[in-house]
Structures are given as C-alpha cells and as structure tokens.
C-alpha cells in the first residue's frame, strides 16, 4: 500500500497521492501588491497577451505581472491626468469657458481626453 503524503529528501517538495499518481503540493505565495489594476492595466496586459507573449509569460512566471500592471496603471494615470492639465492650460479652456458655452467646453475636453489617450497608449501602454 503507497503512502498518502510523500516527501523528497534532495528537493524537499511534498507530494499527496492522487489515484495512481503522486502529485507535488505546489503553492503559490501570497501576493502583497494589492493595488487595482483599472482601464490602463488591462489594456497592457491584452498587449502583452496578443503582440508580446514572451515578456507575459516571464512575468506570469515570476510572478511579477500583478505589480508590473500596476505600476503601468499608475504611470498612465498620472500622465493622462498631466497631459490634460497642461492641454487645458495651453488651449486656454477653464471654468469660464464652461460656464458660458457647455457645449463648446464639453467638445474641447472631449478632444483633448482622446489626444491625450492615444499618447499614453503610445508611450506606456503599447511599447
């Protein structure tokens, strides 16, 4: 009769008879990265799933991919939230403008948040 738990000596893994097979106790560690990852975050990820699969693989592998996503999230934000203050500011567009013409201030803003989207895509998300 086999043994329900079994350890190797040289590698020190542990494995639990399953049937006829012995398999290892593998778990993974605890992730301390509880940062969201939001919009940023997943559109890096589908990047890296569909035009960079080495570079996914290697940090799934390391498990570093929920950190890197996050980080990438946080950069994009900040920089998108940059981009369209310093935008607002060249182009002159404040409350005052809101306040007199609304739809005016919603098509310059609306403008401004897609230029300011396509160069943190470029820039962060798809290189």
């Known amino acids: 009769m086999l043994s329900k738990h079994y350890t190797n000596q040289q590698t020190g ?15 993974l ?23 960079k699969r080495a570079v996914y693989n290697f940090l799934v592998c390391n498990l570093t991919i929920h950190t890197h996503l996050a980080d990438t ?19 002159e567009i404040t409350e005052k403008l809101k306040e007199q013409n ?4 919603v098509g310059r803003m609306n403008n401004i948040r897609e230029r ?9 998300i798809y290189t």
């Open 13 to 27: 893994i542990s494995y639990t008879l399953h049937g006829d097979y012995y398999l290892p106790d593998l778990v």
């Open 29 to 51: 560690p605890e992730q301390e990265d509880n940062r969201s990852i939001g919009k940023w975050g997943n559109m890096r990820k589908r990047y890296l799933q569909q035009h």
């Open 73 to 91: 999230e946080e950069q994009a934000r900040d920089m998108f939230d940059t981009l369209v203050e310093q935008m607002k500011k060249s182009e």
């Open 102 to 105: 609304q739809m005016e201030w």
């Open 116 to 124: 300011a989207n396509e160069i943190v895509c470029n820039e962060l």
